[in-house]
């Protein structure tokens, strides 16, 4: 396939990630919060993992050192900016302290996807093996924040299935986001290192703010310490990948 063709393919299945929450509506709560824990868990590490194995070390190939970190504070600090100024909360608990939140959510997830969409784009552009890896750290934390959201959606008072159409619909930005970068990074140029340092601070943002904070509640020593190996799991499939798939 060409790039153009891997890009609107890995868009596609970010956006399907958005009906994750069909699976759990007969599931219950005990099963699904145990579930979205460890799952958060391997997101934390895989971010991490990600943002430093991977999309800085990518960055720093092409760009300065010290040029990389600014753009990587610029997108941790957007990412602060998504979620403080639009009341956006990745909610793992199935419900939030923000109540007018319901659109707002929608909203704020919109304009991350399409973020979203323009950092696969951009790591397409480099490689195709860095571009699905990538792929999959989106995905890891999409898939439990998806989970969050859809029923920050229900608990909001919006039907399940309505949910999750105004989900996929919100999800699916990122095939946009995804257009926008081949065709805008393309005649950019150089502006494909600054987009990977960026979104490295987003996803170090992701992780230190709103995941481990996750796991830093649990009291029991036992099902913390479960965590805590799934995320070193995570970190070490990054750590692999770099070295026997590429990027």
Not at 12 to 35: E, Q, S, W
Not at 107 to 134: E, R
Request: proline share 2%; charged share 10%.
């Amino acid at each position: 396939m060409d790039t153009l063709s891997w890009i609107i393919l890995a868009t596609l299945v970010d956006g399907l990630v958005a009906l994750v929450g069909v699976f759990t509506l007969g599931m219950r709560k005990k099963l699904f919060d145990m579930l979205v824990f460890l799952l958060v868990a391997f997101s934390a590490g895989a971010l991490l993992g990600g943002a430093f194995f991977h999309l800085l070390v990518e960055s720093v190939d092409q760009i300065a050192l010290n040029a990389a970190l600014v753009y990587l504070i610029l997108g941790f600090a957007l990412f602060f900016v998504l979620e403080k100024v639009l009341l956006w909360r990745h909610c793992h608990e199935g419900k939030c302290d923000v109540h007018p939140f319901t659109y707002l959510i929608l909203f704020g997830d919109g304009v991350h996807n399409f973020i979203d969409g323009l950092v696969i784009a951009a790591s397409f552009l480099v490689s195709v093996p860095f571009g699905i890896v990538s792929t999959m750290l989106i995905l890891s934390h999409e898939i439990p924040q998806e989970l969050g959201d859809f029923g920050v959606l229900v608990y909001g008072g919006i039907e399940k299935r309505t949910a999750l159409l105004y989900n996929l619909a919100a999800q699916l930005t990122c095939v946009l986001g995804g257009l926008a970068g081949y065709f805008g990074l393309q005649a950019a140029g150089g502006a494909m290192a600054p987009l990977l340092a960026f979104a490295a601070g987003g996803f170090i943002y992701i992780a230190a703010s709103d995941l481990i904070p996750e796991l830093h509640k649990e009291e029991e020593m036992s099902k913390a310490a479960n965590a805590f190996a799934v995320f070193l799991v995570g970190v070490a499939l990054m750590l692999v990948m770099k070295y026997y798939i590429g990027g």
